[in-house]
């Protein structure tokens, strides 16, 4: 069973950039769909985006649309979250998610099985 730990969160101005990363261990990887996932505090948790196991489908709640931008790499294990142009209402602990299986509603964490423990994004005004 593959095991997802994320790294890159922290604190950043409004407008400001950060990537995210999620390393992965275990097998098969390219066999995992693979989203991000955030939750602040007293809210449900929100699909963020989401990419299928050759990056060939991709994902994004509206909000997030040509700001963010969700990738992976195989040969590395690890999937990305390039985030610009951040808001302080981005502000929540951001979680890596796989399924292995196709996912017909990508950003619904129902879909996924497998969570990483998460790593906080905080955005400043």
């Known amino acids: 069973q593959v095991r997802l730990e994320e790294s890159g969160g922290g604190s950043v101005q409004a407008g400001g950039s950060l990537r995210l990363s999620c390393t992965t261990s275990g097998n098969s990887f390219t066999e995992y769909y693979m989203a991000w996932f955030r939750q602040a505090p007293g809210q449900e948790r929100e699909g963020v985006a989401s990419i299928s196991m050759s990056g060939g489908t991709i994902s994004y709640v509206d909000s997030v649309k040509g700001r963010f931008a969700i990738s992976r790499d195989n040969a590395k294990n690890t999937l990305y979250l390039q985030m610009n142009s951040l808001k302080p209402e981005d502000t929540a602990m951001y979680y890596c998610?796989?399924?292995?299986?196709?996912?017909?509603?990508?950003?619904?964490?129902?879909?996924?099985?497998?969570w990483g423990q998460g790593t906080q994004v905080t955005v400043s005004s």
């Open positions: 998610a796989a399924a292995g299986y196709w996912v017909v509603t990508p950003l619904r964490a129902a879909s996924y099985d497998t």
